[in-house]
């Protein structure tokens, strides 16, 4: 018999992203995300800003295969809840229904537009997902690392557990989404069989690290004000990652930490 740990190596990954407004990161976050799953489904909540700009300059000049991109915020996935259709909640419930349909046994994993995964991110939420007793309801939130700029974090800050930034789950289990009890705005995991709910589940945090958070990096926050301590990327010699990956990603904006604050430049690349 083949146990779970020996299934969850052969299936398909699905990644989503859900984008609103998202121009300063997208790009980035694509060049980390496609180059680790074997479908990037980009699904936008109404973005107005240069988020699809970037998103086909990527396409044009990275010409991945395994990327689609879909505009849904027209689509109300819960008419009856008087909520705005571009909140989290539904915006993920969105997401998670087109992955599944796309991959109905593949491994789910949902990113943050913001967020820049670490070269090993896959390896590392693989490692988590093989330990599951009943994957059938189990899922993971993954840390990040907030950055101010591509070498700068914060000092205080440095692992945050902000959950739905990385986040897997099996697509073929009795997993959906609905928006939590106390905050309909915010998403949570439930289990549910033959469309009923059985049950609401507890978040499960993990503190394993699988990316930088940019957390600020959007024009509505280009006057971002550092408050709390900082440190550079380079002198934290705790942390296994490639300390120079920021640097070697496209962005287009140029941050840059001065005298405690951040400025920010347009990049013509």
């Given at each position: 018999m083949t146990t779970w740990k020996e299934f969850s190596k052969t299936v398909p990954w699905i990644a989503t992203i859900e984008t609103n407004n998202n121009d300063w990161t997208i790009y980035a976050c694509l060049q980390q995300a496609t180059k680790q799953f074997n479908a990037v489904l980009v699904v936008d909540n109404g973005s107005t800003d240069?988020?699809?700009l970037e998103i086909d300059r990527f396409v044009r000049r990275e010409k991945p295969k395994n990327l689609q991109i879909f505009d849904l915020n027209s689509f109300d996935v819960w008419p009856d809840l008087q909520l705005d259709r571009k909140i989290k909640s539904k915006s993920s419930f969105r997401a998670f229904s087109i992955a599944k349909k796309i991959a109905?046994?593949?491994m789910w994993v949902s990113i943050d537009p913001s967020i820049i995964l670490f070269d090993?991110?896959?390896?590392?939420i693989q490692s988590h997902i093989e330990e599951w007793i009943d994957p059938f309801k189990s899922y993971n939130h993954f840390n990040s690392i907030r950055v101010i700029d591509p070498w700068t974090i914060?000092?205080?800050q440095e692992?945050?557990?902000d959950n739905w930034k990385i986040t897997s789950a099996w697509l073929g289990g009795n997993l959906s989404i609905a928006p939590n009890a106390s905050n309909q705005q915010i998403p949570q995991f439930v289990t549910v069989k033959d469309n009923f709910l059985l049950e609401e589940k507890e978040n499960e945090k993990i503190v394993s690290t699988c990316g930088f958070n940019l957390f600020s990096y959007k024009e509505s926050q280009k006057n971002f004000q550092i408050l709390e301590q900082t440190t550079k990327i380079s002198s934290e010699i705790n942390l296994n990652i490639d300390k120079n990956l920021m640097s070697k990603l496209r962005f287009p904006v140029v941050a840059k930490l001065i005298e405690g604050k951040r400025e920010v430049y347009q990049c013509d690349w």
């Open positions: 240069k988020t699809f109905t046994k593949g090993d991110a896959r390896i590392k914060q000092k205080h692992f945050t557990e």
